[in-house]
């Protein structure tokens, strides 16, 4: 380390020279994620939270038609044709489950993915929601987003 007044302070590190290969090493080789062009209805409280999902799906060619909260998604929900709906567990006013129980009362065959903070034992064991749900815990990857939201709709060639 060198240092003066007014001049700053410049660091020098010294590394030993690494043994073997100066190539890059390869990157893996992942099959491209599906994306679609179903119908998502987004239910999510946190702003942030919903731009960034909603663009994660847009990208992936879905239409993504968003709610800031349960009731909001219930009057979007009515004039809809919704393949999916990826809801918050825990909002105010109205919990994800309340939404999908409402929603399901007109579209049983309704698909769901529930998204939490909270881990899927300590919402399961408080009776938030049923055991064995569709549940992808925050924070997450938009590459584990997409690849559930595929998974449940089924596979992009049968559409």
């Known amino acids: ?52 999902l909603e663009r994660t799906l847009c990208g992936a060619g879905y239409t993504v038609l968003t709610a800031t909260n ?3 998604a219930l009057r979007i929900g009515d004039d809809a ?36 903070g909270y881990t899927e034992n300590a919402i399961v064991h408080q009776g938030v929601v049923d055991p064995g749900v569709d549940l992808l815990e925050k924070p997450f990857l938009p590459d584990d987003l997409l690849r559930r939201v595929r998974a449940l709709l089924g596979d992009a060639s049968e559409q």
């Open 1 to 52: 380390m060198y240092s003066e007044p007014g001049q700053g302070t410049t660091f020098k590190v010294y590394l030993p020279r690494a043994e073997g290969s100066e190539e890059a090493p390869a990157k893996s080789e992942e099959a491209e994620i599906a994306g679609g062009t179903e119908t998502v209805l987004l239910v999510e409280d946190d702003a942030r939270v919903r731009r960034i």
């Open 70 to 72: 349960g009731k909001e």
């Open 81 to 116: 044709a919704i393949a999916l709906v990826i809801t918050d567990v825990v909002m105010p006013e109205m919990s994800g489950p309340q939404l999908i129980a409402a929603l399901r009362q007109e579209r049983p065959e309704l698909g769901v993915l529930f998204i939490s």
